[in-house]
């Protein structure tokens, strides 16, 4: 049975070599010159020297004495054979070296516990035994069977009381060894728990920098940061793939030491484009330190370096979203499997938040030509299309009236005239709104003035402006909307209510801009007008609600015959509101 001694099993050994020191004690006590005509034991100074010699032995060669015991068991039996020879030559029974005898038998329990008391104890029985005949055959001293039932109980019960606590201290030195080990354990996963919350908050500041990332670029900023540092890697590189184009672009690096070189070619998502494309569409980590060329372009993989890299494919629902590279040692070693689970968590969120900016880029942008497109249309419809359509109505009418009513057709021919050469300023107008220059406050009143004196002529027309707050923090969709609807109010006011004047008030408030065109005319029946179709109308009262309505604003017009007109809109600044 091995044992590994620790610093309570040394105090131990060290207290059985104390015991074998005090135990010559007796043997000292009564060691003494015979008396005369006595006959004395003339072995007794060559038998503590003996015992003397042996005890300082253990004593000096206590270390090594101790790893050879647990080894060879079988050493105790040379003690117990010396301790009983000096016992049998020393009186048997009457000997003072009846303790000492028992110190192998103490050894024995203390090395091996309570097996090895018993056995011990049983094995040095006969050697007593021997030995207690011996010594009444060298000393005739009468054997008192109190005195040798008392030793014999001592030969077994002292190893016995010993080997208890040689029991107790071996399971005190496992539950130690236990307590070290939880105690390691508890510490190893106290370092893997740390590291795990800094990964987590790792993630958790990544994907909370991401969402208030407003773009692509933002968003790549923040990964490459991350990565070097955070995570410590010396540098890093995210490529995106264009959704358009399906191609690798748009390389960014972190640190910002040196930029791709121009013009960087688009790498089309096709194996033949090189490994990095071809980890990219197999969708898998791989760890690259030479081989194949990473692209197809010589001056890319100039840029990105000899390695060694950590390719990372960014993948938002089976579509490839891009690439993060990450720089590793070189010479290359193995990843941590740690590492690379964090550098995948990183991967991940990565790919989520460039791939749903891309998407809601992408869907801005369609949103945006659908708007435009169904901008241009109402425009085309409730403008040129209404124009033309009148301009063919009086045609189609003109052609009726010849040859009888000439001097008319000629008074329609006119005003026909004029009318499309408003349809070609349309036209032109409606060119120019594609491509939108910036509205000022002042562009709006004068194009206004403009337009109005163009439509009165050849009468005056005055247009009374009054305007409060800022114009200028206010949307291009929101500053065109509102020119369109003030251009119809004023058309309709200047065509149909009889007056020369009318009074426009723009005020922009913080969480709204609210427009009035006002006059003091000849006034309608609101609901007649708008279920009524105007051939002629160019941009009707219906237009306005709608155009007004899309944009999630209020529009109220006011009016009754001979009271004059007022239009009110109210649009929300910041989009719809959730009012009207």
């Not at 015992?51 to 790893?67: C, D, K, M, Q, Y």
């Not at 009468?142 to 071996?170: C, D, E, H, N, R």
């Not at 370096?305 to 720089?327: D, Q, T």
């Not at 942008?365 to 033309?388: C, F, G, M, P, Y």
Request: one cysteine or more; a positive charge.
């Amino acid at each position: 049975m091995g044992l590994n001694l620790n610093t309570q099993q040394q105090r131990v050994f060290l207290f059985l070599v104390a015991y074998r020191w005090a135990s010559l004690l007796p043997a000292l006590w009564v060691f003494h010159p015979p008396n005369q005509g006595g006959e004395a034991p003339m072995l007794l100074p060559g038998v503590l020297a003996l015992a003397a010699g042996i005890t300082l032995s253990v004593t000096i060669f206590h270390r090594r004495l101790n790893r050879l015991l647990i080894r060879h068991p079988h050493i105790l039996g040379a003690d117990m054979v010396l301790a009983a020879a000096i016992l049998g030559v020393s009186g048997g029974a009457h000997s003072p070296y009846y303790l000492y005898a028992l110190s192998p038998l103490l050894a024995g329990a203390f090395f091996f516990q309570m097996r090895g008391a018993v056995v011990s104890a049983a094995a040095f029985t006969p050697f007593f035994l021997l030995a207690s005949a011996l010594g009444y055959r060298l000393h005739r001293l009468p054997i008192a069977p109190q005195i040798f039932i008392t030793q014999m109980a001592g030969l077994w019960l002292i190893p016995l009381l010993f080997g208890y606590p040689s029991v107790l201290l071996k399971r005190l030195r496992q539950a130690h060894r236990a307590l070290q080990e939880a105690r390691d354990n508890l510490a190893r996963q106290n370092v893997e728990l740390s590291a795990a919350h800094r990964q987590l908050r790792i993630i958790h500041d990544l994907t909370v920098s991401l969402q208030a990332a407003s773009d692509v670029q933002s968003v790549q900023q923040r990964v490459l940061q991350a990565v070097t540092g955070e995570l410590g890697f010396p540098r890093a590189i995210v490529g995106l793939v264009n959704p358009m184009s399906q191609r690798l672009e748009n390389w960014r690096a972190y640190p910002q030491d040196e930029r791709p070189p121009t013009p960087v070619a688009p790498l089309p998502l096709d194996p033949r484009s090189g490994l990095l494309v071809q980890q990219l569409l197999e969708r898998q980590p791989f760890q690259w330190a030479e081989g194949p060329a990473l692209t197809t372009d010589e001056a890319l993989n100039r840029w990105l370096g000899p390695g060694p890299w950590l390719i990372l494919p960014l993948v938002l629902r089976e579509h490839p979203v891009g690439l993060l590279l990450v720089a590793l040692e070189a010479p290359p070693i193995s990843l941590p499997e740690e590492r690379l689970a964090m550098l995948t968590s990183v991967a991940g969120q990565a790919a989520v938040a460039l791939g749903t900016t891309m998407l809601c880029i992408d869907r801005a942008w369609r949103l945006a030509v659908e708007q435009e497109r169904n901008r241009i249309a109402r425009d085309i419809h409730d403008t040129v299309a209404q124009s033309l359509f009148g301009i063919v109505f009086t045609l189609d009418a003109c052609t009726k009236m010849l040859p009888e009513q000439v001097e008319k057709v000629q008074q329609e021919l006119v005003e026909l005239r004029d009318l499309a050469s408003q349809v070609r300023d349309q036209v032109r107008q409606s060119i120019f709104d594609i491509w939108p220059s910036t509205l000022t406050l002042e562009r709006f009143k004068a194009d206004l003035r403009k337009y109005v004196a163009h439509c009165s002529r050849p009468r005056a027309f005055h247009v009374d402006f009054r305007t409060g707050g800022d114009f200028d923090r206010l949307s291009p969709a929101i500053r065109r909307s509102l020119y369109r609807v003030a251009q119809e109010a004023l058309a309709n006011v200047v065509r149909h209510a009889g007056v020369n004047s009318a009074q426009v008030c723009l005020r922009v408030e913080p969480s709204a801009v609210y427009l009035s065109i006002q006059d003091h005319g000849r006034g309608f029946d609101p609901a007649t007008v708008l279920a009524r179709e105007h051939n002629r109308e160019r941009f009707g009262l219906r237009g306005v609600r709608e155009r007004i309505q899309a944009l999630g604003g209020e529009c109220e017009i006011l009016s009754r015959a001979g009271e004059g007109t007022q239009v009110l809109v109210r649009l929300p600044v910041n989009g719809r509101d959730g009012r009207g």
